[in-house]
């Protein structure tokens, strides 16, 4: 797997090109700037391009919007977006376009190395890695108005480990339950909520309920 | 005024003091024990290395605990409208944003605004949980004009003093210059 790393802290960008070579992933560029990243993204067309949210020159969303235009401009770029805080805006620019392949973490994700490659690993092949504190938050916040009052407890970790993007496999293992279970959860899950079932986004979507004007 | 500024930065001191200091020092105490069990006991290194890493996550949720509430990240990074639009993403209420807002506005009036708006939200989501809270927010050229409404059905008890039996309204100016740079200015 190819990919390239935009991060303007140069231990933090050594780290993490070091990170990725111990797991057999190929660092084809890595860089200190928006700029460069574009330049490195149309050059290299990796298979998934790790961004900083804050970068030079104004160290604001620098990153993130150079994350978004990649993706304008290569459809499907497998973008992992990192930051010291994650925040319900970012996210939901994101997952915007609909089109997966879109993670993002917390900084201090990378210090769980296996969860971290995990991750890696699911969006570039086109899947969801949400940090599980923007899931918390959103979880959070649904329960308190009643949108998620008539889930078990057992319902709502599968539907916090779902938002997070990971397989029902994944989340098998994680509560300790057989896959099958997991998927009467999931069901029982989408028959109370919506009768939508395209997994992380439906809920998502459905947990962020837009209401901007 | 100048008092609370004070009283604040002793805050901040105090939480940097008890909480992440704390935890980098006994960060350095468990590294430098696990280096010198190195050779004898690799499981005890294992466990204690661990335990750094623990450390050190919650120095930053620390850390960052500590930033938000002196200048949230959103405000650095978008300013106002952003700020609130990631307030109201986390309030327990519906909260609808309103913003017209084409620019960025001087540090202090962003802050000031933010703290206000978010106090507003807090106190709603406590006395009107059930209400619908709407937030204006618009420059007029001259000053930065910010409503912030909640249609009040939402339980309050007049009896226990709360004194919001119906819907709410409050609104603030504040008179400053907009600017169409992306960071924000003094």
């Known amino acids: 797997?190819?990919?390239?790393?935009?991060?303007?802290?140069?231990?933090?960008?050594?780290?993490?090109?070091?990170?990725?070579?111990?797991?057999?992933?190929?660092?084809?560029?890595?860089?200190?700037?928006?700029?460069?990243?574009?330049?490195?993204?149309?050059?290299?067309?990796?298979?998934?391009?790790?961004?900083?949210?804050?970068?030079?020159?104004?160290?604001?969303?620098?990153?993130?919007?150079?994350?978004?235009t990649a993706r304008r401009t290569m459809p499907g770029l497998p973008v992992l977006v990192l930051s010291q805080y994650v925040q319900q805006v970012y996210a939901r620019e994101l997952l915007a376009d609909d089109a997966g392949g879109v993670g993002y973490l917390l900084k201090d994700r990378v210090l769980d190395s296996a969860q971290f490659i995990d991750a890696i690993r699911r969006v570039a092949a086109g899947g969801t890695a949400m940090d599980p504190s923007v899931v918390a938050r959103l979880l959070a916040r649904n329960t308190g108005d009643g949108t998620l009052r008539g889930l078990s407890r057992r319902e709502r970790d599968v539907l916090a480990l779902m938002a997070e993007g990971r397989s029902n496999?994944?989340?098998?293992?994680?509560?300790?339950?057989?896959?099958?279970?997991?998927?009467?959860?999931?069901?029982?899950?989408?028959?109370?909520?919506?009768?939508?079932?395209?997994?992380?986004?439906?809920?998502?979507?459905?947990?962020?309920?837009?209401?901007?004007? | 005024m100048i008092d609370a500024g004070a009283a604040e930065i002793r805050r901040i001191e105090r939480d940097l003091h008890d909480g992440a200091q704390a935890r980098l020092v006994a960060m350095g105490m468990t590294l430098d024990a696990a280096s010198q069990l190195l050779d004898d006991n690799p499981a005890a290194v294992r466990a204690l290395l661990?335990?750094?890493?623990?450390?050190?996550?919650?120095?930053?949720?620390?850390?960052?605990?500590?930033?938000?509430?002196?200048?949230?990240?959103?405000?650095?990074?978008?300013?106002?409208?952003?700020?609130?639009?990631?307030?109201?993403?986390?309030?327990?209420?519906?909260?609808?944003?309103?913003?017209?807002?084409?620019?960025?506005?001087?540090?202090?009036?962003?802050?000031?605004?933010?703290?206000?708006?978010?106090?507003?939200?807090?106190?709603?989501?406590?006395?009107?949980?059930?209400s619908r809270v709407t937030v204006d927010i618009r420059h007029d050229g001259r000053q930065l004009r910010i409503g912030v409404t909640d249609d009040g059905p939402g339980g309050a008890d007049p009896a226990r003093g709360s004194g919001l039996g119906g819907p709410t309204s409050v609104s603030m100016e504040i008179p400053c210059a907009l600017s169409s740079r992306k960071t924000s200015f003094c």
């Open chain 1, 1 to 68: 797997m190819r990919v390239v790393i935009a991060e303007d802290l140069f231990l933090l960008r050594d780290g993490l090109t070091r990170l990725l070579q111990a797991h057999g992933l190929q660092v084809t560029a890595a860089v200190g700037n928006a700029d460069d990243l574009l330049a490195a993204v149309t050059a290299e067309r990796p298979n998934l391009a790790i961004v900083d949210v804050r970068l030079p020159p104004s160290f604001t969303d620098e990153g993130l919007r150079a994350a978004l």
């Open chain 1, 169 to 213: 496999a994944a989340i098998a293992q994680r509560l300790v339950i057989t896959e099958s279970s997991v998927a009467k959860h999931t069901a029982s899950i989408f028959l109370k909520l919506d009768d939508d079932n395209r997994r992380v986004l439906a809920v998502l979507a459905y947990l962020g309920n837009p209401q901007e004007t």
């Open chain 2, 50 to 130: 661990a335990e750094a890493r623990e450390s050190s996550v919650k120095a930053l949720n620390e850390l960052r605990d500590l930033v938000r509430g002196i200048h949230p990240p959103m405000l650095a990074e978008r300013g106002l409208s952003d700020a609130v639009w990631e307030l109201a993403l986390d309030s327990p209420q519906r909260v609808r944003v309103a913003s017209e807002l084409s620019g960025r506005l001087p540090a202090p009036v962003e802050s000031a605004a933010y703290f206000a708006v978010s106090e507003l939200l807090a106190n709603a989501a406590k006395h009107a949980p059930a």
